[in-house]
């Protein structure tokens, strides 16, 4: 594998790829392009068909590119390239909330709230959301306390709008200490 120049219309888009995009995600996704670049080639097979970056050739042909860098994978089964483009597709990750929050608390005082909330469709209150998880509590009730705060921190990754009800709802929870009690209310809650 290496990263070479192709033409873009000489790339081919897989018509079985079930992965899509509306408009406002190309448009979010054209908008990343533009404020970073191009900054993830397109993996193709020895057909010139795409394996994974569909989106991104899209973009690209729409801005007016005529080349765009790719990475040519030979010698894969039609499983093994639809199994990539799986992978490839949705093995992402999770977001812990909390640095999510610190990243987005950073971005913000650094000026780029409003790139933020375009490149993530993000609200200006779901972007409060996530720096209240910040906040650091006014009060921690007793009856939580004697457990020390683990139980009680996760309490803050909920929306804030919601805390005090958890909360209440717990000191009603029957149990035999506080960590049955929490994981009833865990359950609860889903």
Same mark, same amino acid.
């Given at each position: ?50 394996? /994974? ?8 042909? &729409? *801005?007016?590119? !005529?080349?765009?860098?790719? =990475?040519?994978? #030979? @010698? ?48 200006? /209150? ?8 910040? &906040? *650091?509590?006014? !009060?921690?009730?007793?009856? =939580?306390?004697? #457990? @020390? ?33 929490f994981m009833k209310l865990l359950e609860a809650v889903k």
């Amino acid at each position: 594998m290496k990263l070479e120049v192709l033409k873009i219309s000489d790339i081919v888009p897989d018509p079985t790829n079930p992965n899509f995009m509306n408009e406002e995600m190309m448009e979010r996704l054209r908008f990343s392009i533009k404020k970073f670049g191009y900054t993830q080639p397109i993996l193709i097979d020895e057909k010139n068909v795409i394996l /994974d970056g569909e989106h991104r050739w899209r973009a690209a042909k &729409a *801005e007016g590119r !005529t080349d765009i860098e790719i =990475i040519r994978i #030979d @010698g894969l089964t039609e499983a093994q390239k639809k199994l990539l483009r799986q992978a490839m597709n949705k093995l992402h990750g999770q977001h812990d909330p909390l640095k999510d929050a610190t990243d987005f608390k950073f971005m913000m005082s650094e000026g780029e709230r409003e790139d933020l909330k375009m490149l993530l469709a993000l609200n200006d /209150d779901e972007l409060d959301t996530y720096t209240n998880l910040l &906040a *650091e509590p006014e !009060t921690m009730p007793a009856d =939580i306390e004697s #457990d @020390g705060s683990a139980m009680f921190n996760l309490v803050f990754c909920f929306p804030i709008s919601e805390r005090d009800a958890i909360l209440n709802k717990f000191k009603t929870v029957p149990g035999k200490d506080n960590e049955q009690r929490f994981m009833k209310l865990l359950e609860a809650v889903k």
